[in-house]
């Protein structure tokens, strides 16, 4: 079955970084986009990147644009977040998703605070 594993999350100072992994297993991981998403509670879902199957194409939500880089290794089955200059509305719990079939880990918690 399709599993989704994220870690990385802690606590973290205005400015500092952090990297998540979402290590995926049972299914093909080369052969579909990955996203990341982020949802606070209160707040509607946000899309936070995404990925093409080689990496190519790549986008970014606005709000992280610049600060955030999502890449992927397909020879692990693994997807990356690296978060630089964190603020505190970055402050969310971090999800890994296959949107193909609408498979998601169980989140990672990102607090940014001084």
């Known amino acids: 079955q399709v599993q989704l594993v994220e870690s990385g999350g802690g606590l973290v100072q205005p400015g500092g970084s952090l990297t998540l992994t979402c290590v995926a297993s049972g299914f093909t991981f080369s052969s579909y986009f990955m996203t990341w998403y982020r949802q606070t509670p209160g707040k509607t879902r946000e899309l936070v990147a995404r990925i093409s199957m080689t990496g190519e194409n790549i986008d970014y939500g606005d709000s992280v644009k610049g600060r955030f880089t999502i890449s992927r290794d397909n020879a692990k089955s693994t997807l990356y977040l690296q978060m630089n200059s964190l603020r505190s509305e970055d402050t969310s719990v971090y999800y890994c998703?296959?949107?193909?079939?609408?498979?998601w880990g169980q989140g990672t918690q990102v607090t940014v605070s001084s």
């Open positions: 998703s296959r949107p193909t079939g609408n498979y």
